[in-house]
Each structure stands twice: as structure tokens, then as C-alpha cells.
């Protein structure tokens, strides 16, 4: 059973930054696209940000396109989500995704999920 781990949530301030870490032991990595969601309390979850296999693209949500960067380590199994100009609104449990669709806005279309990870901003 694969397993993905998210870290490096937590607390910041309006404006600030945050990198979110996604370490994926026991996959074969690069044979999955990645993906990261959020979902805050009483609403959907909703994609953040997708990357293909080897990372030669990328895509996300027009609500942090120029805020967010996803990328990915095939040699250390790793995927990170660069977070910059954080709002109040981007406040929701994050998590990380792998799946065979590169890109996939929807979140059936992935096969495992982390655990999520909380990012709180404060205005």
C-alpha cells in the first residue's frame, strides 16, 4: 500500500510563505502524477496544483496561479508546493495526491492520498 506524507503546515501570518513537503516511500514514483488539494471546513475539496511524471508541466487553480509553485524529486520521492502571498483564505487541510492522469483537476482521478496537512493564515 503506498503511503504519502505530507509536511510542513502550520500557522502564518497574511502575506507570508509556507512549503509544503510530500514524501512518497514504497511508490514507484515516477510512474505517478501529483497532485496537491485543499479543503477547508464545510466545503469541497478543491485542486491546488498538478505536475506530470517527469514535471515538464504543470497546472493550477486560477486562485493561486502566481502564488503556488508545485514541484517534484523522482530521486528522493518527494513533491513540494512553494507557497508565497498567503491569504486568509488559502486556510484549509492540504493534502497531496498520486495518480495516472497528469493534470487532473478532479479528485477521483487520483489513486492515493496523504493524510493532509493544516495551513492556517492569519489576517
Known amino acids: 500500500q503506498a503511503q504519502l506524507v505530507e509536511s510542513g503546515g502550520g500557522l502564518v501570518q497574511a502575506g507570508g510563505s509556507l512549503r509544503l513537503s510530500c514524501a512518497a516511500p514504497g511508490l514507484t514514483f515516477a510512474a505517478y502524477a501529483m497532485g496537491w488539494f485543499r479543503q477547508a471546513p464545510g466545503k469541497e475539496r478543491e485542486f491546488v496544483a498538478g505536475?506530470?511524471?517527469?514535471?515538464?508541466?504543470?497546472n493550477y487553480a486560477d486562485s493561486v496561479k502566481g502564488r503556488f509553485t508545485i514541484s517534484r524529486d523522482n530521486a528522493e520521492n518527494t513533491v513540494d508546493l512553494q507557497m508565497i502571498s498567503l491569504k486568509p483564505e488559502d486556510t484549509a487541510a492540504y493534502y497531496c495526491?498520486?495518480?495516472?492522469?497528469?493534470?487532473?483537476?478532479?479528485?477521483?482521478?487520483?489513486?492515493?492520498w496523504g493524510q493532509g496537512i493544516q495551513v492556517t493564515v492569519s489576517s
Open positions: 495526491a498520486a495518480g495516472r492522469v497528469p493534470g487532473a483537476r478532479n479528485w477521483s482521478s487520483y489513486l492515493y
Open positions: 505536475i506530470s511524471w517527469a514535471g515538464t508541466t504543470t
